[in-house]
């Protein structure tokens, strides 16, 4: 296996194996390098595209397009967006409320709340730190779902508009013949 060519090249087909072994590079690099200020963001950036390039590399080799990747990210970019929107207005809606009544905005602007509106705040708050929680984890259950799939997909056992099919049956072959049983047929 080339690993450069598994992470890096778009072109051509890859094996499950090869697939597993590049979500694993891009999960670790994440959890390890996203962190780091500046230089998490570049590599960050960078494991966009390995992902990107192993999953349409896996989608190829079961004869489908590559541009079946952007699914996910409009998927999950929407359920992101959904949920800003969603969390600014639970947010927003209690502050209205309590400049909307008289005296209100007196009460916002010296701190001095009621147990009532400062009770509305927080149920706010809450409801859309919840909103957000939500819409996050549905988004990152869609790339869950997505990044299975990919990995169970079934091979085009013959070449393909994408390239020739990648051979794991070389390996048995080999451990086969260094067992000195005779080689397998096909």
Do not use: C
């Not at 890096?8 to 590079?25: A, K």
């Amino acid at each position: 296996m080339n690993l450069g060519h598994t992470l890096f090249s778009p072109n051509g087909r890859s094996t499950q194996n090869e697939y597993w072994l590049g979500v694993l590079i891009v999960v670790l690099g994440n959890v390890f390098l996203a962190p780091l200020p500046v230089i998490g963001a570049i590599f960050w950036i960078g494991l966009i595209y390995v992902g990107a390039v192993v999953s349409a590399k896996r989608l190829h080799d079961a004869g489908k397009t590559g541009w079946i990747h952007l699914i996910p990210w409009v998927i999950s970019l929407s359920l992101m967006g959904f949920g800003v929107v969603a969390a600014g207005g639970a947010a927003l809606v209690p502050v209205l409320d309590m400049i909307g009544t008289p005296g209100g905005w007196e009460m916002l602007e010296s701190g001095d709340l009621s147990p009532k509106a400062t009770a509305q705040l927080v149920s706010g708050g809450l409801l859309a730190a919840g909103g957000l929680l939500l819409f996050w984890s549905l988004s990152a259950l869609t790339w869950v779902v997505y990044t299975i799939w990919v990995g169970v997909l079934s091979s085009d056992q013959d070449d393909n508009v994408y390239g020739p099919a990648p051979r794991q049956t070389v390996y048995a072959q080999a451990a086969t013949r260094s067992a000195g049983a005779p080689p397998a047929e096909g």
